[in-house]
């Protein structure tokens, strides 16, 4: 399982050293307890992703009882807030994906997408994702509840959040008009994931920084389209 790990970080590395990770932000508010509820909250999400990350583990191998007592929770107090290890992890790596992977601000479409896809990439490679998110989505593909929960949930997020970019970029007149944003999303996504999951190419900075501009020339305005027209 190690060899394996390092293969994906290999596989979706970018230059530099690794960031340390920050802290979680909190998720949305839930049942109040001994502990403070945001202390609880954070240790249970925590918990999770430290779990999951772990190649020895992974999203099979977790259960409620060990994140609980990782966490220092009671078990019972975890079911209170998530009804099954899926709910948690989603929410887990929801919270991790906001953390890690911002949407940039340039103001320039070009320059948002390579930003936000190299953060991508090195969320993949250096913060513990790739080998989780490759597991997360093969497994969807297996368990129809899980997929659904997934699809709406940790996926639904990762696409709005490049659908705000876009969006932002449209109203600056920067989209072409007539592009179809869930079309524009699915390509850089499928992109990524069929690297990541089928192909086992390189997701790296050349590779990310060439799709960014691939993107970025096909939304390019038409002759014709005027600023912000949806």
């Known amino acids: 399982m190690t060899s394996r790990r390092n293969d994906v970080a290999a596989r979706v590395s970018l230059p530099g ?5 920050r802290r979680l932000p909190l998720p949305t508010a839930r049942p109040t307890g001994r502990r403070p509820r945001e202390e609880v909250q954070r240790a249970a999400l925590e918990a999770t992703l430290d779990l999951v990350d772990n190649p020895s583990i992974g999203y099979r191998g977790l259960t409620m009882e060990a994140v609980a007592r990782r966490a220092g929770i009671s078990k019972a107090t975890l079911y209170r807030w998530w009804p099954s290890k899926a709910h948690l992890l989603c929410e887990a790596y929801v919270a991790k994906a906001n953390r890690d992977i911002p949407l940039p601000g340039a103001g320039d479409l070009g320059e948002d997408l390579r930003e936000y896809l190299h953060h991508i990439a090195f969320a993949l490679g250096h913060l513990g994702t790739g080998r989780t ?18 699809r709406h949930t940790l996926l639904a997020d990762r696409k709005r959040s490049l659908r705000h970019l876009l969006e932002r970029a449209r109203a600056a007149g920067q989209l072409r008009a007539d592009a179809d944003l869930e079309v524009v999303v699915d390509m850089a996504y499928g992109a ?11 997701i790296d900075g050349p590779y990310v920084a060439g799709l960014a501009t691939l993107l970025a020339r096909a939304l390019v305005p038409l002759p014709g389209d005027q600023r912000g027209d949806a």
């Open 17 to 21: 050293s690794p960031r340390a990770p």
């Open 133 to 150: 998110i490759a597991e997360v989505i093969l497994a969807a593909n297996v368990d129809p509840a899980f997929g659904d929960l997934y």
């Open 192 to 202: 990524l994931h069929h690297r990541l999951v089928v192909s086992h190419e390189p």
